[in-house]
C-alpha cells in the first residue's frame, strides 16, 4: 500500500528582522515585534491544520482500498504518523517564530533601520537556526542534570556524581590478608573506562571478609575521608530511594557474596537525630547470598519503606571461606541509588571528558571540575532562555553560588573559587573540613600510582575574572527574580575585588588574582585587559542596581586601564592582553576575546569596532572540521593560535551583531551551529571547544581539545539569539554607559 507522508506543504514561519542600514527605523518597534509573532504564530497554526487535514484525507482514500484487517491497521498507524509529523513541523515553525521575535527586538534597539526577509520551513527541514539553538539548551540541561536523576555510589573513577568514597575494610578472623580492593581496575569494565575489583582468599574455613563504601568523616586539613563504623555523626539522606542497583560479575561465575545497604553502627541504642549510626540497619539482613556469573549483571537491592534519612554505608560486600572454597574474585559497576533529586544544588561539568584509563591525562584532570566561569555563562544562557524551566535552572545555579560565597572551605572574605566539583555542590555531613560544615565540594582526581586525591593549583586558585563574571550572572539573576541574596552576593564579591587586586599605580585596574592554596595562594601580579573588562561591567551594572557611587568610581579605575590598553601594540589597533608582572604592555599575545568582548562591554564602535577587525585578520582560521573534511571557518584563541576556537568564534558573531555587520554574523553562526553535528567529539547540541585535540592558544601549557564544552554551547546560544551577556541587552541596543 501507499506510504503515508506529510504534504509537501511550506509554512511560513517567521519574517525574520535584519538590519538594512540607509532607512529609518519603523515606529512602534516592540509593538511590530509582538505583532509579527502572533501573525508568524497564526500562520504556522493554520499551515499545520491544513497538513494535518491532508493526513486525514490520506487515510481515508488508504482505508477505502484495504481489503482486510492488516491493510486497515497499517493506515491508520501510518496516518498517525502523518500527523506527528505535522506536529513536528508545527513546533520548528513556532521554534523559528520566536528566534524571529529575539532578532526584531535586538534590531528595535539597534541604530539602524528593520527590514524583514522571509524564511519558510516544510516538512522535509531538518535543521533551522531555532533548532539548533533549542538542541543547545538540551545539551546544557542534559549535563545539568547528568548526577541528578540517581545518586552514584561508584559509576567511573573520579565521576563528579559518584558517593560514598571511603573504601572500608570488613575483616573477619584472618584479617586484612584476606581482602584486597581495587577502584582503578581498566580491564573488562561494564562500562566506561574503570570499576572496582575485589579478592577475598582465605586460610581457615571459619575466615570471611568484604568492604563497605562509607561517606566516612572528613576534617580539618583532610582531602580525602576516613571511615567511621559509628559514633561519629555522618551520612547522606536518601530518603525518597526506591532501591540500589549495581553490576556485578564474578572471575569464574558462581561466588557467593552477599551485597547490602545501611547497617553501620547496628545496634544503634538511642542515636535520635544525630546520625551516629545508619538510619536503616543491614538490608538485606545476613545471610542472604547472591550467586554471581561470570558474565555482567544487573542486581537491585529493594528499599521500600526503608528510613534512609541517615545512610553512612552506601554499599557494601562480604564472602565468606565456606561459600567459597576457591575464594571470590567480584567486579563491580554502575552503582547506583534510584532516586532523582531535580532540586539539588549543583553546578554543570565543564568538559564531556572521555573515560580513559586512570592516568595524568586531558580527560582525568578534567572529568568531574565545573569552572565557575563556565556555570555562570550557562545561567546568563539560560535567563536569556526565560521559560519557565530555564528560569528554574538559572535560580539552582544563582543558589549555588551564592551557597559559594557563604561556605569556602578556608576563606570568609566574599571570593569563590576558579572552578567546584560538578554534581552535588555541598559536602554531605561528617564532611567538616577546617571544622566547616556544608562547605562547596572542590574538583579534583583520585591517583592510582600513589593511592590520593589531588587538587589543581589553577582549579582551587582565584582569578579576578572568574569573580566578574560571576557578579554579572548573579546581578543579572536578581534582576530576574528580586532576590536580594543574588545582590548581596554580588557585593560582597566585588568588595573582595576592590580589598584584594586593585593596583594604585599609574597603570590602575586590578591584578589577576591568586592561584593555589589555602592559607596563602600565590599572588598573580600581572594584570589581564579582560579581567578589567570583566570587573568594569560587574561594578558598573552593580553601581546600577545599587545607587551606590563608589562602584562607578571602582568601575571607571577598571576601565581606565583598558583605555590604556587600546593601540599599545604595532600593527592594526587592538587590546593589547594587558601588563606582565613588571607592568610592562605585554604584546606578545594576541587574544581574540578581549578584542571582541571590548565592543560588547564598551561599545564606542568608531574606536573599539576596529579589534573587530583586527580579529578577523590576525585570528581567523579555517581547518577541516565538518563531515567529510569539509573545512570549517573560524576563530582561534589568540593570534598564535593554530586552529578553531569555537567559543571565542560565538564571541565574534556576537560582536559583528554589536557592530551592525548581520551578514558575518550570520555566517559565523551558521558554522557554529553546524559544529553543533558535525564537528569531532560534537553531539547531542553540545559545541565543542576545538576541531581536534591539542589545538594551540598561544599560552605554554594550554592548549583546546575536541570536547564538547559548556561555555561554548552556552556562548552559542547567546550569540544565535542575539544577546549580549555583560549587560543583558539585545545585540541591536545601546550599550550602557558608552563613552562614560
Given at each position: ?89 508545527h ?33 522535509t ?7 539548533s ?22 559509576t ?67 582531602v ?24 556485578a ?72 571461606a ?33 573515560p ?58 566574599g ?36 593511592g ?38 554580588a ?13 594604585g ?5 586590578y ?35 545599587t545607587?551606590?557611587a563608589?562602584w ?54 568608531a ?13 581567523a ?96 546560544a ?23
Amino acid at each position: 500500500m501507499r506510504r503515508f507522508l506529510p504534504p509537501a506543504l511550506s509554512l511560513l514561519v517567521a519574517a525574520v528582522l535584519l538590519a538594512a542600514p540607509g532607512e529609518g527605523r519603523r515606529p512602534a518597534c516592540p509593538q511590530r515585534c509582538a505583532a509579527d509573532l502572533r501573525g508568524c504564530r497564526a500562520g504556522a497554526a493554520g499551515a499545520a491544520r491544513e497538513c494535518t487535514r491532508s493526513c486525514q484525507e490520506s487515510r481515508a482514500e488508504a482505508l477505502r482500498r484495504c481489503d482486510g484487517g492488516p491493510c486497515r491497521r497499517a493506515a491508520r498507524g501510518a496516518a498517525a504518523g502523518c500527523r506527528a509529523a505535522c506536529g513536528s513541523t508545527h513546533r520548528a515553525a513556532r521554534r523559528l517564530c520566536r528566534t524571529a521575535r529575539e532578532a526584531c527586538r535586538g534590531c528595535c534597539g539597534s541604530g539602524v533601520a528593520c527590514s524583514t526577509t522571509t524564511t519558510t520551513v516544510s516538512s522535509t527541514t531538518t535543521t533551522t537556526l531555532g533548532d539548533s539553538i533549542d538542541r543547545a539548551y538540551r545539551y546544557l540541561d542534559a549535563v545539568m542534570d547528568e548526577h541528578a536523576t540517581t545518586v552514584d555510589v561508584f559509576t567511573e573513577l573520579g565521576s563528579a556524581g559518584d558517593h560514598f568514597p571511603a573504601r572500608c575494610a570488613l575483616l573477619g578472623p584472618g584479617g586484612p590478608a584476606n581482602v584486597a580492593l581495587d577502584a582503578c581496575h581498566a580491564e573488562g569494565c561494564a562500562t566506561g573506562a574503570t570499576c572496582i575489583a575485589s579478592t577475598f582468599t582465605w586460610a581457615s574455613p571459619s575466615d570471611w571478609g568484604g568492604w563497605y563504601l562509607q561517606n566516612g568523616v572528613l576534617d580539618g586539613a583532610d582531602v580525602a575521608p576516613a571511615c567511621s563504623f559509628g559514633g561519629v555523626p555522618t551520612g547522606l539522606d536518601l530518603s525518597g530511594a526506591s532501591a540500589l542497583c549495581f553490576r556485578a560479575r564474578g572471575r569464574d561465575g558462581g561466588e557467593a557474596v552477599e551485597f547490602f545497604v545501611g547497617g553501620v553502627g547496628w545496634p544503634p541504642g538511642d542515636r535520635g537525630d544525630t546520625c551516629l549510626a545508619d538510619s536503616l540497619p543491614r538490608v538485606p539482613p545476613r545471610g542472604q547470598a547472591t550467586i554471581l556469573a561470570a558474565d555482567w549483571t544487573e542486581h537491585c537491592i529493594d528499599l521500600a519503606g526503608a528510613d534512609l534519612s541517615c545512610v553512612n554505608g552506601g554499599f557494601g560486600w562480604v564472602a565468606n571461606a565456606p561459600s567459597n572454597p576457591g575464594g571470590a574474585t567480584v567486579y563491580l559497576d554502575d552503582v547506583r541509588f534510584v532516586l532523582a533529586r531535580p532540586d539539588a544544588l549543583r553546578l554543570l561539568r565543564s568538559y564531556a571528558t572521555r573515560p580513559v584509563a586512570p592516568g595524568e591525562s586531558i580527560d582525568t584532570l578534567l572529568a568531574n571540575v565545573a569552572w565557575s566561569y563556565d556555570n555562570a555563562v550557562a545561567l546568563l544562557a539560560y535567563l536569556a532562555r526565560d521559560t519557565p524551566d530555564a528560569r528554574r535552572r538559572a535560580r539552582l545555579l544563582a543558589d549555588a553560588f551564592v551557597h559559594a560565597v557563604g561556605h569556602d572551605r578556608f576563606f570568609a572574605d566574599g571570593r569563590i573559587r576558579d572552578a567546584y566539583q560538578a554534581g552535588d555542590f555541598v559536602l554531605a555531613r561528617g564532611w567538616t573540613p577546617n571544622g566547616r560544615s556544608d562547605t562547596a565540594r572542590m574538583p579534583g582526581r583520585w591517583d592510582c600510582a600513589t593511592g590520593r586525591w589531588l587538587e589543581t593549583a589553577d582549579q582551587v586558585g582565584t582569578r579576578t575574572g572568574n569573580v566578574a563574571w560571576v557578579m554579572l550572572a548573579l546581578l543579572e539573576a536578581h534582576a530576574a527574580f528580586g532576590d536580594s541574596r543574588y545582590l548581596d552576593a554580588a557585593r560582597a564579591m566585588g568588595v573582595w575585588i576592590e580589598a584584594n587586586t586593585r593596583v594604585g599605580d599609574s597603570a590602575g585596574g586590578y591584578r589577576g588574582g591568586f592561584e593555589g592554596w589555602e592559607p596563602a595562594p600565590t599572588v598573580l601580579e600581572w594584570r589581564a585587559t579582560e579581567h578589567n573588562l570583566d570587573v568594569y561591567v560587574a561594578f558598573m551594572r552593580l553601581f546600577d542596581r545599587t545607587g551606590e557611587a563608589v562602584w562607578r568610581t571602582r568601575a571607571l579605575h577598571a576601565k581606565a586601564f583598558v583605555r590604556a590598553m587600546w593601540a599599545r601594540c604595532p600593527g592594526r589597533p587592538r587590546f593589547a592582553a594587558g601588563t606582565t608582572v613588571g607592568a610592562e604592555v605585554d604584546c606578545a599575545l594576541g587574544p581574540s576575546d578581549v578584542n571582541t568582548w571590548g565592543l560588547l562591554a564598551l561599545g564606542e564602535t568608531a574606536t573599539y569596532g576596529g579589534a573587530i577587525d583586527w580579529v578577523e585578520a590576525a585570528c581567523a582560521r579555517t581547518e577541516p572540521c565538518f563531515a567529510g573534511g569539509a573545512a570549517a571557518e573560524g576563530i582561534a584563541f589568540a593570534a598564535e593560535g593554530d586552529g578553531i576556537w569555537w567559543e571565542g568564534t560565538a564571541h565574534t558573531a556576537l560582536a559583528h551583531a554589536v557592530r551592525g555587520e548581520p551578514a558575518r554574523a550570520q555566517a559565523l553562526v551558521a558554522a557554529l551551529a553546524r559544529a553543533l553535528d558535525e564537528a569531532p567529539g560534537a553531539g547531542g547540541g553540545g559545541l565543542v571547544a576545538a576541531c581536534r585535540d591539542g589545538v594551540a592558544t598561544g599560552i605554554d601549557g594550554f592548549a583546546l581539545h575536541a570536547r564538547r564544552h559548556v561555555g561554548a554551547t552556552a556562548w552559542f546560544a547567546l550569540a544565535a539569539s542575539g544577546r549580549n551577556p555583560f549587560w543583558g541587552i539585545g545585540a541591536g541596543e545601546a550599550i550602557p554607559h558608552e563613552g562614560e
